[in-house]
């Protein structure tokens, strides 16, 4: 008994086969019993990949929309500079009593007006902020658009 494979189109990305929009061959009864049913895919015609690249270029087209209005959002941000205060444990050293957290960096940020920005945005540096001092936060408003802000810890009076 031949085993045939069957053309479908994916709608969606799947990690073992490919990207939203690839052409990919699959065993009929991967096709029929898995991807089918949960919309994954559809069987490869004319009409179908025509429609998916139409869908295709509407997202990028949405997508390149997005990102110019982050890059326009992002100027919003330029010089801003964020500041915190916290209780220090060592005055001479400067080590603060725990350490500087997202939910202290999104106070400064309502504070300068920023209510906006979600939490999940905010990108604190690899080791915790435990010492007074400037640090560099990034905010993330989308994928592939960053935006560096000034963060100056300081001793609370």
């Known amino acids: ?8 189109v994916l709608r969606q990305d799947v990690s073992s086969l490919g990207l939203s929009g ?5 065993r009929p009864g991967f096709a029929r019993n898995f991807l089918l049913p949960r ?36 100027k919003r941000f330029d010089g801003l500079e964020l500041h915190v205060a916290k209780q220090v444990a060592d005055p001479a050293e400067g080590k603060l009593f725990g350490s500087v957290s997202i939910g202290d960096v999104m106070e400064a940020l309502k504070v300068k007006g920023f209510e906006d920005v979600d939490k999940k945005q905010v990108i604190l540096p690899e080791d915790t902020i435990k010492t007074t001092g400037s ?8 994928a592939g658009v960053d935006v560096p802000v000034k963060l100056e810890v300081k001793t609370a009076a």
């Not at 640090?135 to 989308?142: A, G």
């Open 1 to 8: 008994m031949a085993k045939r494979n069957v053309n479908v």
């Open 135 to 142: 640090y560099e936060i990034l905010i993330r408003l989308m």
């Open 22 to 26: 690839d052409v990919v061959k699959v």
């Open 39 to 74: 919309g994954m895919a559809v069987i490869a015609s004319r009409a179908n990949v025509k429609q998916i690249e139409h869908e295709k270029q509407l997202a990028l087209q949405r997508l390149e929309q997005m990102r110019a209005k982050a890059q326009e959002d992002a």
